[in-house]
């Protein structure tokens, strides 16, 4: 697949949710994601899809910059999550709470990742884009894994 094959994949939703690793990848710019976090935030800047978070993703990126001091991603992600157009961060509620304790008794899921995943179905999210293959056993909503849409190269 390809990122083709991904904007299409994205055509399909009106609010998908995101996890932590959607933002770290496009915002502190790893190139082997670029394209497809590209294409993903171009879709919600432009009102194309929603796109729903947990404030614990706010939470897991600020960590990871405020560990390495870097200041100005911290303001940065800050600015992101305040005027992001069609992003809605959620907080964690007593209704998630509920919903992530059913996920993780149904799979097994880690407490973090059934937070994120708890709030995008709570929040009318038809699809959530990650990069964590194991969330793919997750019945209630589909799960775009990141890693699949990466276009590879042939070996010459």
């Given amino acids: 697949m390809g990122i083709d094959e991904f904007r299409t994949a994205l055509n399909a939703y009106e609010i998908v949710g995101l996890d932590a690793?959607?933002?770290?990848?496009?915002?502190?710019?790893?190139?082997?994601?670029?394209?497809?976090?590209?294409?993903?935030f171009a879709h919600i800047q432009a009102g194309k899809v929603s796109a729903v978070i947990s404030v614990l993703v706010a939470g897991e990126v600020l960590t990871g910059v405020k560990k390495a001091g870097n200041q100005e991603m911290i303001l940065r992600y800050r600015h992101i999550f305040s005027t992001l157009p069609h992003l809605f961060v959620h907080d964690a509620d007593m209704r998630v709470m509920e919903k992530m304790s059913d996920l993780r008794a149904a799979y097994g899921l880690k407490t973090p990742d059934a937070i994120h995943v708890a709030?995008?179905?709570?929040?009318?999210?038809?699809?959530?884009?990650?990069?964590?293959?194991?969330?793919?056993?997750?019945?209630?909503?589909?799960?775009?894994?990141?890693?699949?849409y990466v276009e590879r190269r042939s070996p010459c």
């Fill in 21 to 40: 690793m959607s933002f770290i990848y496009h915002f502190e710019k790893k190139p082997h994601f670029g394209p497809i976090t590209k294409a993903l």
């Fill in 119 to 148: 709030t995008a179905i709570l929040n009318g999210a038809q699809a959530f884009v990650t990069n964590d293959t194991g969330l793919k056993r997750v019945n209630e909503l589909d799960v775009l894994v990141l890693e699949d």
